[in-house]
């Protein structure tokens, strides 16, 4: 997808480390935390909302949601963490390319 920074960042055209890769998903850290840790779970396919959602993108989601619970020790995540998933203008989403993310490395404030 055309001038979508997540896509960019999956093909590499904007270096960003890559703690985490696979065939499906690439985890980063966040350019802007808002926790300690501070991380999003980008699918390399491109598509913005869960309500784009086919066989084949649901497929996608499952994967990076049975994945991270198996990186969670490697990114130190432990004791837990926040999985937030922003949908649309008033969930807040800003990067209209789905990618979930992963809040912790500390005790985070109720909401
Ligand atoms: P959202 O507001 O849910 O769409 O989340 C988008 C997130 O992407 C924000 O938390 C930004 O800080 C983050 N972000 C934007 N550009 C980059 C980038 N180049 N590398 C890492 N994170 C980014
Ligand atoms: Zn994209």
Do not use: W
Not at 30 to 52: G, R, S
Not at 76 to 103: A, F, K, S
């Amino acid at each position: 997808m055309e001038n979508c920074i997540f896509c960019k960042i999956v093909a590499g055209e904007i270096p960003s480390p890559r703690l985490y890769e696979d065939d499906k998903m690439i985890v980063i850290k966040d350019i802007e935390p808002k926790a300690k840790l501070h991380y999003l779970c980008i699918p390399k396919t491109h598509f913005a909302l869960l309500a784009e959602m086919d066989e084949e993108k649901a497929e996608i989601v499952k994967h990076c949601f049975a994945t991270i619970p198996k990186i969670e020790e490697q990114l130190g995540l432990c004791g837990g963490y926040r999985v937030i998933v922003n949908q649309g203008e008033n969930g807040g989403q800003t990067v209209p390319h789905l990618h979930i993310h992963l809040l912790g490395g500390e005790k985070l404030a109720d909401f």
